[in-house]
């Protein structure tokens, strides 16, 4: 595939995290819109963004982009997209998803019958066909239409890039891995500092936190719809896992914990980590957030807590978010993240966040509770001696 225009949905309020990470794989940014960047690429950087990519959901190839505010608009636009240059006669092709927002057009099911029909109708003509078989490799259409703007993508990845493959397991309400690397990328952590979680769940922050640490691209170990694509070699896939497996260093010492109250809750976390190769690289165990507590300083503790959304968990989450204030004030110099959608949360803890970042989580509204730490002293360089004697 030549140059061409990519799109990268992400959670709501996490645009400028993913827009760093495309440009650091070396890509130009054409826009970036809320829930979504678009950058410039071929098929290498499909085939790199959805290896390394960490708070992508999907990465999207544009076909088209066009106004309507009627269905008979819509087909038009659909119908002139050149869809012989995407899909081959035996493609298995389909709008996957459809939503219209501030749009004359908003009944998925509509916009997703019109808009096939309009498919059909032009590569009928292109390829001669009465009928599609339908039997070779797969082309999932997602549609956005923003104010009347369509923007047509073909997605490249198939299960959400959130998938990794590790969490086998999961606790209640578990928090995406691509939101759990966000939050981590939002905070000045790196894999020499500490990192606590006292509210694990499945372990995904500190797995998520590992992989980074040990450079494991996310989607290394796992499949996407574009493999089976006859433009795209299947080489630039292979280039992609090599890459990525040339970076891996799980030999790194590591301070990264995770806490539950739950035994069996910690113990899917433990084997999360296995599945994900990090299982060596943190501390999984059962302590309630009340005896929170390290050695060390300029830590960092990022976290999930209960958000109280469940009619059994409100009356006990003012009491929660105490221990959970008390607990960071006895931690010397950390630094605490919190993402949460309980909207008393710096009563509780007992501080007002220095600073604070509103994502979404799903469809929840949540804030990202930000309480800085000092920065710790700069370490001075190392100084080698030579073996006569004197500094250098």
Known sequence: MERQVLIAPCHFGLEAVLKKEITDL?????????????FYGNDEAICRANVFLRTAERVL???GSFHAESFEDLFQGTRAIPWEEYLPRDAKFWVAKATGVKSKLFSP????????????????????????????????LRVTIMKDEVTVGIDTTGVSLHKRGYRLLTAKAPI???LAAALIMLTPWRGDRILVDPFCGSGTIPIEAAMMAAHIAPGMNREFTAESWPQLPKKRWYDAVDEAGDLVDDRIETDIQGYDIDDAVVKAARE??????????????RRPVSELSHPKKYGFVITNPPYGERLEE???????????GAA???????SEYVITSYEDAERYIGRRADKNRKIYNGMIKTYYYQFLGPRP???????HVKMGGGEV
């Open 26 to 38: 070396g890509y130009e940014i054409e826009k970036v819109e809320d829930g979504r960047v678009f």
């Open 61 to 63: 190839v544009r076909a």
């Open 109 to 140: 099911r509509d916009i997703q019958a019109v808009m096939k029909k309009a498919m059909v109708s032009r590569m009928s003509e292109r390829y001669k066909l009465t009928r599609f078989p339908e039997t070779g490799p797969e082309y999932a």
């Open 176 to 178: 995406e891995e691509t």
């Open 272 to 285: 999360n980590a296995e599945n994900a190769g990090v299982g060596h690289l943190i501390h999984f165990q």
């Open 314 to 324: 409100k009356s006990s989450i003012p009491a929660l978010y105490r221990e959970m």
């Open 328 to 334: 960071f004030r006895r931690l010397d110099g950390w």
């Open 377 to 383: 002293p700069a370490r001075r360089p190392e100084r």
